[in-house]
C-alpha cells in the first residue's frame, strides 16, 4: 500500500499486514473521515478470510489524531461479538480484558495492526465455536465431538429471520506441504485444500439424517498445479459421520495431488523434447510446465504454435484456413504422418486434464492431404500425439 494520500504511519501498518498475514487479505475500500483534509484516507474496509469465506471489518483511523489506535467496526451480524471485555462483572455486566493490545498502542510499531487483526480473528473464532457449541442439536453436537481433535477446522453458525439456521464447517484437508514438493514454488501462502461442511440446524435425531452439504475448496493459486473441480466426492452413506468420511477422502486426495507433482516432471521432459523437431522453445512455464511456445515452419509458412497447449483449436482454424489458400504446402508440420493405430503404451502415461489441460482438437498438415483433425475426447491423446512417438518413447517409465 502506498499513496500520498495515506498518512505514512497507517500506510507502514497497512503494508506490514498485507505482506506478513498468514493468509491473503483484502481492501475492499478506503475512504477519509477527516473534516478538515477530505483527501486524507484514514479508514477501509479489510475482508479477512475466515471459515472459506471472509469477514468485512472496518478498520477506523483518525489522521487528526495520528498517534491514537483505531476503532474497529464489526459486521451487523456480529452484534454479540465483545472481544476486549469479560462476563462477570458486577450486575451481569463486562469487565476489561487484560488481553486487549488497544491499550498500549504505538502507532510507530508497525507489526501493531497485524497483531491487532490476527488477536480479533482468534478471538472470532472462538466466539463461534461457543455459538455453534450452544445449538440443541444433538447431531450436530455429536459431529464436533468426533473431529475435536483435528488442527485447523473452523465454524460458523448462520443464522438469519428469511433463512434456516446451518453450521458451516472449515475442515483442512491432508497434513502435506504442498508447497516444499513443487520445485521452484511461487507460492508466497501455504497451499491448502478444505472440505466444506454445511449442516441443517435441527432439534432431534431424525429416522435418517439427512447428508450435509458437501463441497471442496481451495487456495486460488493451487489451480495452477491441481484443479479440485476434477475430483470427485465419495458417497455420504446413510449414518455416516465426518470422523468415518475424512480418511477415505483424504487418502484419494493425497494420490492425486502427488500424481499431480510427479506431471510436472513429465510435461518438463515433453517440452524438452520438442526442441528436437521445433528447436528451443521461444518461452515455457519454469514451473508448472502448463505453457510452451515454438515456431513451426511448413513450407512458406511458419507457425507460433501457442503457449497454451489448449489453444491449440485457435491454430488448429488458421492452419485449415492456410490450406485452403494453398491446398499444397511445401514441406510436413511434422516429422512424420499420424497414424490411425493408438500411440502404444507410452501414451497412457500422458493422458488427463493433468498433462494437457482442456486440449480437444489438434492438426495433422502432410505434404499433399488436407490437415487431419482429431478428437481428444474419445482417442485419450493416442492419435495426436503419435507424431512425437520417435520423440518422447523414451520418456515412459524405465
Not at 487479505?25 to 473534516?35: A, D, H, P, Y
Not at 453436537?141 to 443464522?159: A, P, Q, V, Y
Amino acid at each position: 500500500m502506498s499513496g500520498e494520500n495515506v498518512p505514512p504511519l497507517i500506510a507502514a501498518q497497512l503494508n506490514y499486514l498485507l505482506n506478513h498475514f498468514p493468509q491473503t487479505i483484502k481492501i475492499e475500500q478506503m475512504w477519509s473521515g477527516s473534516k478538515y483534509y477530505p483527501g486524507i484516507l484514514d479508514r477501509f474496509t479489510l475482508a479477512i478470510p475466515y471459515c472459506l469465506d471472509f469477514l468485512k471489518w472496518d478498520i477506523i483511523y483518525d489522521s487528526e489524531s495520528p498517534f491514537s489506535a483505531p476503532d474497529v467496526i464489526f459486521g451487523a451480524e456480529d452484534e454479540t461479538f465483545h472481544p476486549f471485555l469479560l462476563t462477570g462483572g458486577e450486575g451481569g455486566g463486562y469487565l476489561k480484558s487484560p488481553k486487549n493490545c488497544l491499550t498500549d498502542w504505538n502507532s510507530k510499531d508497525p507489526t501493531r495492526l497485524l497483531f491487532l487483526v490476527q488477536q480479533l480473528r482468534d478471538q472470532y473464532m472462538s466466539y463461534q465455536w461457543a455459538r455453534v457449541g450452544e445449538v440443541d442439536d444433538d447431531r450436530l453436537k455429536f459431529e464436533i465431538s468426533t473431529i475435536f481433535s483435528r488442527e485447523g477446522i473452523e465454524m460458523h453458525l448462520i443464522s438469519g429471520t428469511e433463512k434456516p439456521e446451518e453450521v458451516k464447517f472449515a475442515v483442512p484437508l491432508m497434513d502435506m506441504d504442498i508447497n516444499k514438493k513443487v520445485p521452484g514454488c511461487p507460492w508466497r501462502h501455504p497451499q491448502k485444500i478444505y472440505l466444506q461442511v454445511i449442516y441443517p440446524v435441527g432439534k432431534k435425531y431424525g429416522p435418517t439424517p439427512s447428508a450435509p452439504r458437501l463441497k471442496l475448496i481451495s487456495t486460488p493459486e493451487l489451480k495452477a498445479l491441481f484443479s479440485i473441480e476434477d475430483v470427485k466426492l465419495p458417497s455420504w452413506v446413510d449414518g455416516m459421520c465426518m470422523a468415518e468420511y475424512l480418511p477415505h477422502l483424504e487418502e484419494s486426495l493425497e494420490k492425486q495431488v502427488l500424481e499431480a507433482i510427479s506431471l510436472i516432471d513429465i510435461r518438463r521432459r515433453f517440452i524438452e523434447a520438442l526442441a528436437l523437431p521445433f528447436g528451443r522453445p521461444l518461452e515455457a512455464d519454469p514451473v508448472f510446465c502448463r505453457r510452451a511456445t515454438v515456431l513451426a515452419a511448413s513450407g512458406v509458412f511458419t507457425f507460433m504454435v501457442p503457449e497454451k497447449f489448449h489453444e491449440c483449436i485457435r491454430i488448429c482454424s488458421e492452419i485449415y484456413s492456410l490450406w485452403l489458400l494453398c491446398n499444397c504446402i511445401g514441406s510436413p508440420l511434422y516429422s512424420n504422418s499420424v497414424s490411425q493405430a493408438t500411440a502404444g503404451s507410452n501414451a497412457s502415461k500422458f493422458t488427463g486434464s493433468n498433462f494437457f489441460p482442456k486440449l480437444e482438437i489438434f492438426a495433422q498438415i502432410t505434404d499433399s492431404q488436407m490437415p487431419t483433425f482429431y478428437s481428444t475426447r474419445n482417442d485419450y491423446y493416442s492419435l495426436i500425439m503419435s507424431p512425437f512417438i520417435p520423440v518422447w518413447s523414451g520418456l515412459g517409465p524405465n
